[in-house]
């Protein structure tokens, strides 16, 4: 395997960055992987790390095809990489349990049972209430049934990316600590990377600065359209058994993690690049918890975490070659769903790297659409 720097330079060491230096490495080309914090310390680290290529926000849909190769390569990964590396990912099944409260509700879900079924692998059914109830008896009387999936699964998001992180490194990536600041060009192409006072020559750039991937608007003189969607989770201590499945109920979930916690959210806050849990968010997830599985009430806090998805104007990913700039691609944008895009999105753009194609479309992705 390699061990010499082939000129890439990947921005960011969460989900996206570390799976493109892995895949990288994988083509047999060593890249260094520049992170201004620590791995997985922002989204990658402190999502739910639930997933699923057949419900949720943009799939099925444009996204489906890098949804099921995202899971394609979870399943591989979490066969893989704790003998890889010797850390466990977490990596398991996790059935979803999406409930409906309203008549409105219940009919808009049955419509996606009958769109999201037929994938092998997968089971979608709809189940009415008492059928609901016996998935897990402590849901809400109130709910009138729900949507069940079976296929989908979970990972440890922070084990994850350490594990990704270790295994990119064994294929030959390196990973230094350092906040890119621009970039230097020759002609119409990239030749360094600005990291603090030191220039690292390089010939590709990939841009996976998650939300933060905006900064490169200055280096690149294009706008780079995402921003930070604040999310929050609480990681509860609750009696009685663990919750096997995650339950669900517009966009807020609860499931018990291989922690033994039960983790509660979510919130979607548009408040800028401020990752401090809130008391607010704190009550409204804990009220839609109650809604969801009301005979947990009494639960204590174990710790609350908060952290920032990356989100573009038409909530799709930004994948592919920055216009007018050679050998630099922009990779993030993958919003609630980048622990399962991620793996997908870091393979496709060393595949755009090393050969200049890829499997999977990505025109919806193009970084020029909104210029
Ligand atoms: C509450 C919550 C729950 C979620 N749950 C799920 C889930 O269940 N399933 C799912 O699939 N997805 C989930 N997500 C979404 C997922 O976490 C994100 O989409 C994904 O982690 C984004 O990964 P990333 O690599 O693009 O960005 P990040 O994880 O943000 O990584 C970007 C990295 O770049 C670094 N960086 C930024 N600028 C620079 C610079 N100039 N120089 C060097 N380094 C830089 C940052 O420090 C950071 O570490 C959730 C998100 C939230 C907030």
């Given at each position: 395997?390699?061990?010499?720097?082939?000129?890439?330079?990947?921005?960011?060491?969460?989900?996206?960055?570390?799976?493109?230096?892995?895949?990288?490495?994988?083509?047999?080309?060593?890249?260094?992987?520049?992170?201004?914090?620590?791995?997985?310390?922002?989204?990658?680290?402190?999502a739910l790390g639930g997933l699923s290529?057949?419900t949720?926000?943009?799939?099925?849909?444009?996204?489906?095809?890098?949804?099921?190769?995202?899971?394609?390569?979870?399943?591989?990964?979490g066969?893989?990489?704790?003998?890889?590396?010797?850390?466990e990912t977490g990596y398991g099944s996790k059935p979803l349990l999406t409930l409906t409260f309203?008549?409105?509700?219940?009919?808009?879900?049955?419509?996606?049972?009958?769109?999201?079924?037929?994938?092998?692998?997968?089971s979608?059914r709809?189940l009415s209430s008492t059928d609901a109830r016996r998935v897990e008896p402590r849901i809400s009387e109130e709910a009138l049934g729900g949507i069940h999936v079976e296929g989908s699964a979970q990972v440890d998001p922070?084990r994850?990316?350490?594990?990704?992180?270790?295994?990119?490194?064994?294929?030959?990536?390196?990973?230094?600590?350092?906040?890119?600041?621009?970039?230097?060009?020759?002609?119409?192409?990239?030749?360094?990377?600005?990291?603090?006072?030191?220039?690292?020559?390089?010939?590709?750039?990939?841009?996976?600065?998650?939300?933060?991937?905006?900064?490169?608007?200055?280096?690149?003189?294009?706008?780079?359209?995402?921003?930070?969607?604040?999310?929050?989770i609480l990681r509860l201590r609750a009696p009685g058994p663990p919750v096997e499945c995650s339950i669900g109920w517009?966009?807020n979930y609860a499931t018990t993690k291989p922690d033994g916690l039960l983790w509660a959210g979510t919130?979607?806050?548009?408040?800028?690049?401020?990752?401090?849990?809130?008391?607010?968010?704190r009550?409204?997830i804990m009220a839609s918890l109650h809604r969801l599985l009301p005979s947990l009430g009494d639960t204590a806090l174990a710790r609350q975490t908060?952290?920032?998805?990356?989100?573009?104007?038409?909530?799709?990913?930004?994948?592919?070659?920055?216009?007018?700039?050679?050998?630099?691609?922009?990779?993030?944008?993958?919003?609630?769903?980048?622990?399962?895009?991620?793996?997908?999105?870091?393979?496709?753009?060393?595949?755009?790297?090393?050969?200049?194609?890829?499997?999977?479309?990505?025109?919806?992705?193009?970084?020029?659409?909104?210029?």
């Open positions: 395997m390699p061990v010499k720097n082939d000129g890439v330079v990947i921005v960011g060491g969460g989900v996206v960055g570390l799976s493109t230096a892995y895949f990288l490495g994988m083509a047999g080309v060593a890249s260094t992987v520049v992170e201004r914090d620590s791995i997985g310390s922002h989204a990658s680290g402190f290529p057949v949720g926000s943009g799939v099925p849909d444009v996204l489906e095809a890098m949804a099921f190769d995202g899971m394609r390569i979870h399943a591989e990964m066969a893989g990489l704790p003998s890889e590396t010797g850390l309203d008549e409105a509700e219940a009919e808009a879900a049955k419509d996606a049972v009958a769109r999201q079924q037929g994938h092998e692998g997968y979608v709809w922070y994850f990316s350490l594990a990704l992180a270790r295994a990119a490194e064994g294929l030959g990536a390196s990973i230094r600590n350092g906040a890119v600041s621009g970039l230097v060009r020759q002609g119409g192409r990239v030749s360094g990377v600005r990291v603090g006072d030191e220039t690292l020559p390089c010939e590709r750039m990939v841009i996976a600065s998650g939300p933060w991937s905006s900064e490169a608007s200055e280096w690149l003189g294009i706008r780079v359209q995402v921003g930070p969607l604040k999310g929050q517009n966009g919130t979607e806050e548009e408040v800028g690049f401020d990752e401090t849990p809130t008391t607010e968010a009550d409204r908060a952290c920032l998805r990356p989100v573009t104007p038409d909530r799709l990913p930004l994948l592919g070659h920055v216009p007018g700039m050679e050998g630099v691609i922009l990779a993030t944008g993958a919003e609630r769903k980048g622990i399962l895009l991620g793996p997908s999105m870091g393979r496709i753009a060393a595949d755009i790297l090393t050969t200049g194609t890829s499997d999977v479309g990505i025109d919806a992705f193009d970084p020029a659409r909104f210029e």
